[in-house]
């Protein structure tokens, strides 16, 4: 039974490239309709090869404005989220102070709670302090959710951190300063990028929480969402696929990286 000894010895990775390949089954099929020619206004079926979407990607109206915004709102809100979880991070590890462990319940709470709550929770909020919809209270709401991510994805790297390090740093006349920049911060940094990447996924694909609190601006999300009551362009599946391509790229040229600074070390 040669067959079945192989099968049982590569079961695991055989399974590991089906889960893969159903994974990526819709990317697949955005990048495949973005050469698609539809004859009406729905991109749902093949029907003639075309580039013509990707020569003009910006030729439906309004949607590469509603994309400006959502790039703008989510590069701002993973700063905010990224500064302030960092921080937060850092004082729930390395500090102890009354409310802590209250502190620490309450962070997970917006990963938690469905989208829908904490968006109306949201827009009572800003209703009752008169604030006017739109960009900033997009933004607000986006930090507000995204914190908790890179506060889990930092607090977990800093757990992980030997304290005999910094003390080592400190030993050989390091200030504080100087410890936190060149020992510190490095340790953590993997954690921190974890977070971020995480936020600007969040914030630039979130619709529910945007959905209330954004007035009159229509981030890219929700310009998806209209364009599906009236017609699907294909432009929207050419800035899907070049997302993709994006995030994918980053993660191969993160992954050289690594393997360029192992082999420095070995």
């Known amino acids: 039974m040669p067959f079945v000894n192989w099968l049982k010895k590569h079961l695991v990775v055989i399974a590991g490239l089906v889960t893969l390949g159903y994974l990526l089954l819709p990317n697949v099929i955005v990048t495949v309709f973005s050469f698609n020619k539809p004859k009406g206004r729905f991109n749902y079926e093949w029907q003639q090869f075309s580039l013509d979407a990707w020569k003009q990607p910006c030729g439906v109206a309004d949607m590469c404005g509603s994309l400006s915004i959502s790039l703008r709102i989510a590069a701002l809100a993973t700063i905010g989220a990224t500064v302030l979880g960092t921080m937060i991070a850092f004082a729930l590890v390395r500090y102890r102070f009354r409310a802590r462990g209250a502190v620490n319940s309450l962070i997970f709470l917006p990963m938690a709670m469905p989208e829908v709550v904490m968006a109306a929770s949201l827009l009572t909020l800003f209703l009752n302090m008169g604030a006017q919809l739109g960009f900033y209270t997009i933004l ?120 360029r600074r192992n082999r420095q070390k070995a």
């Open 140 to 259: 607000i709401a986006h930090i507000m959710f995204c914190l908790s991510f890179v506060v889990t994805a930092v607090k977990a790297r800093v757990m992980s951190m030997d304290p005999r390090l910094e003390e080592a740093a400190r030993d050989l006349y390091a200030g504080p300063v100087q410890t936190f920049v060149r020992v510190t911060l490095p340790i953590a940094a993997p954690g921190i990028a974890a977070g971020a990447l995480l936020s600007f996924a969040l914030s630039f694909d979130d619709f529910i929480i945007t959905n209330f609190n954004a007035g009159s601006t229509v981030t890219f999300p929700m310009f998806v969402w209209g364009s599906a009551q009236r017609g699907t362009p294909v432009q929207i599946n050419v800035i899907g696929t070049a997302m993709f391509l994006v995030a994918v790229l980053l993660v191969l040229v993160s992954m050289l990286v690594n393997n």
